[in-house]
């Protein structure tokens, strides 16, 4: 069944991660708010790139959890697969493809990419040049093989950090939550407001 | 349609108010503390005030899909999503399904429409601004469309009386171009708008920014059960607070507690039936959308308050003898001349600075800069268009500073990313928009809705002194903002197309002759004087500011004048 190949790939790859504790979590939902999850829409494999990405873009640290404890993949995927039109699933799904490919993963090889493989692909990406970025989102290289890539992994970026930071833990407990202020302040210091976080809401 | 079984209803009420959003609920509450039997009919669904506002109070996470709407549910709100704003989860509740309630464009009309009890008074942007004389002068000056039949001194009272009950905060500046009102305390700018105001001051002796005037309680002030605002912003889904102004909250409360409203949801008015002989207006015809019935309702007096398109509509259904082309319509002007706002054209810039400095409060306004275009001076004059604009904008730290961005993702990346950002300010102009009879809307007999009525087809357009005017409202915001010291200021120019404004008007428009207009100085029918219409549709320029006050103030005048009338029927 799928989510035992799930669990397998995720199994496979945990002796090779330096992210395994993250992982680890995802495995183990007993001990965080995290769920084993189902594509609805990815494939079982892209869903396991999705989860790598994820977790190197948010990761868990001391201060503060990271995307997978707040469930980010799943609902990345769960987006996807109610809210994107068409054309935007063609279009990720394109993307998806092609991060496979740059990552070398055919067939049911996926539990062998180790987490320097995705790190140095986010880091060729989402680390390039202006210059080059400016190439990349420029509309006439749309079909361009990296800038596909780059858009494909600046969506999940920028998908990632939102669905991160309106998720109930982290919306609650690590920005300023304050659901009915009462009041308003024009001007302030930060640290006095909010000890140097940003709003939740 | 199969043969129509008419039920005629035996009571005659003394008012019947057709629409509840900011006009009928108005409308409703006047002519019902006046002591007027009056029905209020609404053509959508019931909504009682709080128990009917089902997003109120969730937080993003409380929603399946955080405020995204599910792809089968956007594909039947195709044009009243076209806003980008007014959709989402929070608040697609309270606009039509477009496959149910189709209209056709001749050319692109952005028509958002909200059929339910309080209409999109539960939507609106709370932005209210009086117009002045430099407004109801402005056709006869410059000859584009024709003369106000009304000028400040005729409204200035009904203002205050409106503002006095529904609680407007705001700022009095003593501007000829834009009256001071009856304010309640207003709301704080923020540092970095505080800022910019210190810098218009400096470098221009002609403009200035004040923080916007909105329709919200706030201080300790008793507004019939309504209380202060709680900065919350979500005010599109509903006040739990009744805060802001809405029919739901305040004029439709009031109306039933005179005892004397009915108000009867769910039902569609699609005709107003005139009688040849008393040379008025003797009731409506109605179809009840829960039986399918078609019923009549008499009244003395009738309300037109639908919105504009709708009222007008209405009006151009009601054929007799006496008006083939639609009730009132000697002039041949009922259905064109629309208006709307024209906006999307301004300047953001960032900047720097203010690092250790934040807001506390989702404030549900912005900042505000008056007109300062073509005041009837040679100084302010423009010489490429005509009329002019105001500014609504705000500053805010939310977007990602330029270093953290660099970091792309990681450990350091995510803990940075969740201080706030750099701060940013954008400034969007709001521009009047001349009548023309050109831009018209016409019903389609060939293509019906559900119901067998007539839809609407819009064909109307942005003409060249809108688009003349869009060009110095871009050009002066990116001045402002880069003599105020902002960095990296970008220009925007979303024309979109009318109707985008959400304050379409025009449509049936008061003047002195009856040659060239259709309603009179109080709002009725010049040749049917039993018939009132203070929506919209009534306006005869549309002036650059925020017009929702104006109908509401229009509409007391009307209502008060319509009961004195009454008493001698």
């Not at chain 2, 909504?47 to 997003?55: G, L, Q, R």
């Not at chain 2, 449509?507 to 060239?516: F, I, N, S």
């Not at chain 2, 320029?541 to 009338?565: D, F, V």
Request: neutral net charge.
């Amino acid at each position: 069944m799928n989510r035992r190949d799930v669990l397998k790939g995720l199994g496979l790859t945990l002796g090779y991660t330096i992210a395994a504790p993250s992982i680890m979590s995802l495995l183990h939902s007993c001990k965080t708010e995290a769920k084993v999850w189902t594509p609805q829409f990815l494939s079982i494999t892209e869903g396991i790139v999705l989860t790598n990405l994820v977790d190197l873009i948010l990761p868990k640290t001391e201060t503060t959890p990271g995307a997978l404890e707040v469930n980010v993949p799943e609902f990345i995927d769960l987006l996807i697969f109610k809210v994107y039109e068409d054309e935007d699933k063609i279009k990720l799904k394109k993307g998806m493809e092609s991060i496979l490919k740059a990552l070398n993963i055919v067939d049911d090889n996926v539990s062998i990419i180790r987490t320097e493989n995705y790190d140095n692909l986010l880091a060729k990406y989402l680390r390039s040049s202006k210059e080059q970025q400016k190439f990349y989102t420029h509309k006439d290289n749309e079909n361009n093989e990296d800038a596909i890539i780059f858009n494909t992994l600046t969506n999940i970026r920028n998908t990632s950090v939102w669905a991160y930071k309106t998720s109930e833990l982290v919306g609650e407990n690590i920005l300023a939550y304050d659901p009915i202020p009462g009041n308003q302040i024009g001007c302030a210091p930060l640290e006095e407001l909010t000890g140097g976080k940003a709003w939740s809401l | 349609m199969t043969e129509e079984v008419i039920t005629e209803y035996p009571t005659t009420y003394d008012a019947i108010v057709i629409g509840t959003g900011i006009s009928g609920g108005w409308a409703a509450k006047e002519l019902c503390e006046k002591g007027l039997k009056t029905l209020v009919l609404e053509r959508g669904r019931m909504i009682n005030h709080i128990t009917d506002y089902p997003t109120a109070n969730l937080d993003p996470w409380d929603m399946e899909l955080r405020n995204n709407v599910p792809k089968e549910d956007k594909a039947r709100q195709l044009k009243q999503s076209r806003t980008g704003y007014t959709t989402k989860f929070e608040s697609k509740h309270w606009f039509v399904d477009d496959l149910k309630h189709p209209y056709n464009e001749t050319k692109r009309f952005d028509w958002m429409r909200g059929y339910h009890v309080g209409g999109r008074s539960i939507t609106w942007g709370r932005q209210s601004y009086r117009l002045s004389d430099l407004d109801f002068g402005a056709n006869k000056k410059d000859g584009h469309g024709v003369d106000w039949p009304i000028r400040y001194k005729d409204i200035s009272p009904w203002y205050d009386y409106v503002e006095s009950y529904i609680g407007v905060s705001g700022e009095n500046l003593g501007l000829s171009q834009l009256p001071d009102g009856v304010f309640e305390p207003p709301m704080e700018l923020n540092c970095v708008e505080e800022h910019l105001k210190e810098q218009l001051s400096k470098n221009y002796d002609d403009r200035l920014l004040t923080i916007g005037r909105v329709a919200h309680i706030n201080s300790s002030k008793v507004f019939n059960g309504r209380s202060k605002c709680q900065y919350r912003s979500r005010c599109r889904r509903g006040c739990p607070f009744g805060a802001y102004f809405s029919s739901n909250s305040s004029t439709l409360p009031a109306a039933e507690l005179t005892g004397n409203m009915t108000l009867r949801p769910n039902s569609i008015v699609h005709e107003i039936i005139y009688d040849a002989d008393l040379k008025k207006a003797t009731g409506v015809k109605v179809i009840d959308t829960e039986t399918k019935e078609t019923l009549v309702f008499n009244a003395k007096i009738i309300f037109c308050c639908a919105s504009s398109m709708a009222s007008t509509s209405i009006l151009l259904q009601s054929k007799s003898d006496r008006f083939p082309n639609g009730l009132g319509n000697d002039s041949g002007e009922l259905g064109h001349n629309i208006m709307d706002h024209h906006l999307g054209a301004g300047a953001s810039g960032k900047f720097d600075g203010y690092h250790d400095k934040y807001y506390k409060g989702r404030r549900p306004n912005g900042i505000y800069i008056p007109r300062f275009r073509n005041l009837g001076d040679k100084k302010t004059g423009h010489k490429d268009f005509l009329r002019g604009y105001g500014y609504q904008g705000g500053a805010g730290r939310g977007s990602i500073s330029e270093h953290v961005k660099e970091l792309a993702y990681g450990a350091e990346y995510k803990e940075k990313m969740l201080e706030p950002g750099e701060w940013r300010m954008g400034l969007g102009g709001f521009g009047e928009c001349l009548p023309n009879h050109e831009n018209k809307m016409t019903l389609d007999y060939d293509k019906l809705d559900d119901w067998g009525l007539p839809t609407i087809t819009f064909d109307a357009e942005w003409k060249e002194n809108e688009l003349i005017m869009r060009k110095d409202m871009i050009q002066q915001a990116a001045e402002m903002l880069e003599k105020g010291g902002f960095k990296e200021i970008k220009t925007f120019n979303n024309l979109a197309a009318p109707g985008i404004g959400i304050h379409e008007m025009g449509t049936a428009r008061m003047g002195r002759d009856p040659k060239t207009s259709i309603l009179n100085k109080y709002n009725q029918i010049h040749t049917v004087k039993n018939v009132y219409v203070t929506d919209g549709a009534c306006m005869t320029s549309s002036g650059c500011q925020n017009p929702s006050l104006t109908y509401m103030a229009i509409t007391a005048r009307a209502a008060n004048h319509a009961a004195k009338q009454f008493k001698s029927l």
